[in-house]
């Protein structure tokens, strides 16, 4: 480039330096280099997090369906236990409420980020650790639910014995101002803890060891799906407008409301009101303009879907599940719900099974004096429900499985029935087997064919023999017969 074609140029002005810096960035190449995270530490903002639980449905919907579905069904005591005993836990169970206070402790946990359940034992020490075989009978009164709020972590003494909770807090303080609950100071083994979501290590130990409620994750997407259907709404009061343009109105107005061309003004507006309520008619000066304005909501439903699906993503709920609406389509929700029942299934697993075997536990003391028997065994009930033509089917299937299994020795009988008791809430069939039809059913395996064939080879051997040897009187020796007992040989 020549002398003359620089000096040419236009040299940049500090204003088109400002807006290079503006488009760009200080010092990144484009306008996404510059995007990052920050933290909203809404998990810490308890008052804001229950304005959203109260007031937005949504929140509360998010909140509350996979609680409800982990506690739905309940489950199913598939171990053998003595006579009664079964019927009894369940009773028990339901009178106390427990699946309620779990419930109720899964959804604060979800909210605030963290929440126990404290097992209450009448006239124990509650700062001890929890032992099963010192607790008296009838002395288990319940789960009193307790939210990260209501009680503080004491992390100053932490678990030092092997195990799941390893590290863990050994205590828990609860707060002094939480209504009619006495300041105690309780043993960690005496509590089912939940944590809403886990955090890795440092950032637990910025939440006084507990977890992250749900909401801080999508608190954007949930505001934008809320300011997005008020905006909607709002939009429907102004869907139909109408404007009334009068000649010289400005001069009219600034003579007073005493003026008579400002009260002829009222009249003619009151005029126009009354014919377009009863006639539709709109009587006017030639020289104003009356126009009438319409909105538009075309695409807004689409928005919202949108925002909907990235909320529903979020909380990892289906839209079928969260919106309780059947989607669009050809779709019947059923795969999605399918799936989301197996991701409930592996929670239940994953969260409810030590809480709820330890609560047996606590309950079979407490109800009968004496320890649950090692090999108790239970199975949480299935949230999908299987159409009666497709049960069937598998009742049939089971059913024939069984029986052959049985038949070709691989399966007694005692273990078919047992088989089919335990399969009953799947299949339908075999929930009227009690115990003592199992009992009396036979625990040999069935014979062989050649078990069968070494019978038939040896059978009429010996009933030949047995009757060469036998006597069978065919009158009485007390009639004087002279020729005595008559034998007959077969």
Known sequence: MSETESMSQPVPTRDSYENFIARMGVNESNQSGAGTYRNNWTSRNRLLIEQAYRTSWLVGAGVDAIPDDMTRKGVTITSKLEDGRKKQLDHAWDEMGLWEAINDTLKWARLYGGAVGVILIDGQNYSTPLRIETIAKDAFKGVMVMDRWMLNAMTERRVSELGPDFGMPEFYKVVTSATGIPPWRIHHSRLIRFDGIPLPYQQRLTENDWGMSVIERCFDRLLAFDSTTTGVAQLVYKAHLRTYSIDGLRSLLAMGKDNPMYKGLMSHMDMIREYQSNEGMT??????????????????????????????????????????????????????????????????????????????????????????????????????????????????????????????????????????QETARVTGIGSTISEEDIDNASDLPPPSEKDLDNVEATEPETRREATGNTATKDSSGSRGDSRGFLRWFK
């Open 283 to 420: 009587i006017m000066d030639a020289k104003d303009k009356f126009e009438a304005h319409t909105y538009s909501y075309a695409g807004l439903s689409d928005v919202l879907a949108q925002f909907g699906q990235q909320v529903s993503g979020a909380f990892g709920i289906p839209l079928v599940r969260l919106f309780g609406q059947s989607p669009a389509g050809f779709s019947t929700g059923d795969t999605d719900l399918a799936n989301y029942y197996d991701n409930v299934s592996t929670q239940q697993e994953r969260k409810l099974r030590r809480p709820i075997r330890k609560l047996f536990q606590v309950l079979h003391m407490s109800l009968f004096a004496s320890p649950l028997p090692d090999d108790f065994t239970f199975e949480f009930n299935e949230l999908w429900q299987t159409p009666d033509s497709e049960r069937a089917d598998t009742a049939a299937k089971v059913v024939a499985a069984t029986v052959q299994a049985v038949d070709a020795g691989l399966m007694t009988e005692k273990a078919g029935a047992m088989h089919l």
